[in-house]
């Protein structure tokens, strides 16, 4: 049977890494230098390859010890999962629990909603992580999340889900603009040369092109915003007609006297927002009491 490392010494060397010294590592771990060390020697033999170059004044990884320290960060942290799981079983929604959420959904959905789950699982300690859905998945997929706030329709296979409810999909004009009128927009009238857009990467830009299809623009003069204020203040600018969800919208965000917000269609297109994790994650019970804390009204 093949000698595994142990988790102090996946422990050690993720600690080099992070603090660049032996001794910073050490007083990190709450161990000696010499202890600290030694971890880290017996780490490569049970490897068979260095792991760190030791140079004077500095630690260099190897590139084994670059791929250790990246499957060691999973492994401690599923360690981790473990005694927070052990410590509060029979107490669902306690402890640490890491959630990820995508940017047009954390600054609308969060602010009304985690008060809320706060008074129903007042032992909760939530990480929040915001940032685009393929990284999220990646995260989920990893360990290092253990739920995420995400739109569909988006492929995920291995990823399970809980509904949090619907969220339609609106089209926001430049006032003055030809369709800046009211009621839902005639078939056709919306052309790819009127878009401005969320940067590649938004799911939400992906899922109003479908609604509508259209193709997403293309050329080096295309307009795209990195966030929804932005958007909005692009709007208004004039600069071309986008797409808004409804819950930016209740929250304020399109009140701007230069932009017109209006349905995209008679068919009412929506997102599905959800609470997604791996699948087989010992955490799923959870997240699904979270998805329900989470309810859209």
Known sequence: MSVLPTLRQLQYLKLLAEHGSFSRAAEAAHVSQPALSSGVQELERVLGAAVVERTRGAVILTAVGAEAVRRAEDVLARAEDLVEAAQNAGKPLSGRFRLGIIPTVAPFLLPQALPGVRDLYPGLRLFLREDLTPRLIVGLKAGQLDAAVIALPYDAPGIDHARIGDDEI????????????????????????????????????????????????????????????????????????????????????????????????????????????????????????????????
Not at 183 to 204: N, R, S, T, V, Y
Not at 243 to 261: I, K, N, W
Not at 276 to 294: H, V
Request: with cysteine; glycine share 8%; charged share 20%.
């Open 170 to 297: 609106l089209a926001a004009a430049p006032a003055g603009h030809a369709l800046a009128g009211s009621g839902p927009i005639p078939e056709g009238a919306l052309k790819a040369e009127d878009l401005i857009l969320l940067e590649d990467g938004h799911c939400l830009r992906d899922q109003a092109l479908a609604a509508v299809k259209i193709d997403a623009p293309r050329g080096e003069d295309v307009f795209a915003a990195t966030t929804l204020p932005t958007l909005v203040q692009m709007v208004s600018s004039g600069l071309g007609v986008s797409f808004l969800p409804q819950m930016a919208v209740r929250a304020g965000l399109a009140d701007h006297p230069g932009v017109v917000v209006r349905p995209i269609s008679e068919d009412a297109p929506r997102r599905e927002i959800v609470v997604a994790w791996r699948a087989g994650s010992s955490r799923a019970a959870e997240a699904r009491l979270l998805a329900e804390a989470l309810k859209l009204d």
